[in-house]
């Protein structure tokens, strides 16, 4: 995208942008045809993202959020909530954030303290609580939250819309990142917010199966949006040894940047067939998909930001100063390792599916 660096620099959010995107169908590429979404797999997305990662990481890991939180709804809602609520969010005439983690439950989602208490004598909840580090918080018009309907742990868990507009929702100040810089980043604070009965998304008590639910899609999308900036970061260094030229010669002439290359774009090509197979899996319904995701995520965040590291390297000084594309690219790439379920975390979820397989 021609903009990026500038929206970058600037902390730009580039809401029409994004809702041009939408009118090629990218605000609800899972959502079925008669809510205005393109009826996409997940494979068909994540080829989708890594090339417009390929152009901008920032911008296209919020479209992954939006486009994971309308399918929530495609997947959880009922009849009626999907034709109310997703012809504006594919079209994205209204923007969407997810909101699961909190100042105090990060890794640990299960044990999230935000909380959704029917008030007496109505169908309403009242939700209470702070979310933190929300993509598109504070200028998403829609937010889907996580809050504690019951018991302590998993099962009292349930999944709301909240509008913006809610009286009680409010927003902290805007975090100021290493990356991401072109979408916002805020905590989301609900102070009896009131929402009607007809905003939980499935079943009370479902949230945390919701929550999963998205991680495992969210996950792959991360992960194909490594992709996507590894492969400019691979293309930019052979372009800048290529011309570069130090002793007599060009740079990429020298064997061991030919071999540097090489295993750049090896670590990018396993990457990428790591996150088709996963989203494959998640396509099928294969009972191995949350693992794949994982391993996918885990692979590609932690393998295509040490490709963009080597990028910089190659550049030498120049890689380190904003006149070229791969210092963004290093600093867009090193969320992945972190958000969607930390890189840790991944390998517990391989760990335990490998331990369930053996029993």
């Known amino acids: 995208?021609?903009?990026?660096?500038?929206?970058?620099?600037?902390?730009?959010?580039?809401?029409?942008?994004?809702?041009?995107?939408?009118?090629?169908?990218?605000?609800?590429?899972?959502?079925?045809?008669?809510v205005g979404g393109s009826g996409l797999s997940r494979a068909d997305g994540?080829?989708?993202?890594?090339?417009?990662?390929?152009?901008?990481?920032?911008?296209?890991?919020?479209?992954t959020?939006?486009?994971?939180?309308?399918?929530?709804?495609?997947?959880?809602?009922?009849?009626?909530?999907?034709?109310?609520f997703l012809r504006e969010l594919t079209s994205m005439d209204l923007l969407a954030s997810y909101c699961l983690t909190e100042p105090n439950s990060g890794s640990d989602a299960a044990s999230?303290?935000?909380?959704?208490?029917?008030?007496?004598?109505?169908?309403?909840?009242?939700?209470?609580?702070?979310?933190?580090?929300?993509?598109?918080?504070g200028a998403a018009d829609v937010y889907l939250v996580m809050a504690r309907t019951g018991e302590a742990g998993p099962k009292g868990i349930s999944c709301f819309y909240v509008d913006k507009d809610s009286k009680g929702l409010s927003f902290g100040r805007q975090e100021d990142k290493l990356g991401w810089r072109s979408q916002p980043t805020s905590s989301v604070i609900l102070d009896d917010v009131r929402v009607p009965e007809r905003c939980l998304i499935g079943k009370e008590g479902e949230g945390f199966t919701i929550a999963m639910s998205a991680l495992d899609g969210g996950r792959i999308n991360i992960a194909t949006c490594s992709v996507g900036g590894a492969q400019f970061c691979v293309d930019a260094a052979q372009g800048y040894v290529s011309t570069r030229k130090q002793f007599g010669k060009a740079i990429i002439d020298f064997q061991n940047t030919q071999f540097k290359l090489a295993d750049m774009l090896t670590k990018v090509q396993a990457s990428r067939c790591l996150v088709l197979n996963a989203a494959t899996a998640l396509d099928s319904k294969a009972p191995w998909a949350s693992a794949s995701a994982a391993m996918a995520?885990?692979?590609?965040?932690?393998?295509?930001?040490?490709?963009?590291?080597?990028?910089?390297?190659?550049?030498?000084g120049y890689g380190y100063l904003k006149d070229y594309a791969v210092e963004r690219y290093v600093r867009?790439?090193?969320?992945?390792?972190?958000?969607?379920?930390?890189?840790?975390i991944m390998?517990?979820?391989?760990?335990?599916h490998m331990i369930k397989s053996q029993a």
């Not at 999230?112 to 918080?137: C, M, P, V, W």
């Not at 995520?297 to 030498?316: I, P, S």
Request: net charge negative; charged share 25%; aromatic share 10%.
């Open 347 to 352: 390998r517990v979820v391989m760990a335990r």
């Open 112 to 137: 999230l303290q935000t909380t959704a208490r029917r008030q007496a004598g109505s169908t309403d909840y009242i939700l209470n609580g702070e979310k933190a580090f929300i993509s598109g918080g």
């Open 65 to 84: 959020i939006h486009n994971m939180c309308a399918s929530l709804i495609e997947r959880y809602g009922t009849e009626d909530q999907r034709q109310d």
């Open 46 to 63: 994540a080829v989708i993202f890594e090339a417009l990662a390929y152009a901008d990481v920032s911008t296209t890991a919020y479209l």
């Open 1 to 34: 995208m021609p903009f990026a660096a500038q929206w970058d620099e600037q902390k730009h959010f580039p809401v029409e942008v994004l809702r041009k995107a939408a009118g090629l169908g990218f605000g609800g590429l899972y959502c079925g045809h008669d």
């Open 332 to 344: 867009d790439l090193r969320v992945h390792t972190i958000l969607e379920g930390t890189n840790e």
């Open 297 to 316: 995520k885990r692979f590609a965040t932690d393998e295509c930001y040490n490709v963009a590291n080597d990028a910089l390297q190659l550049h030498g």
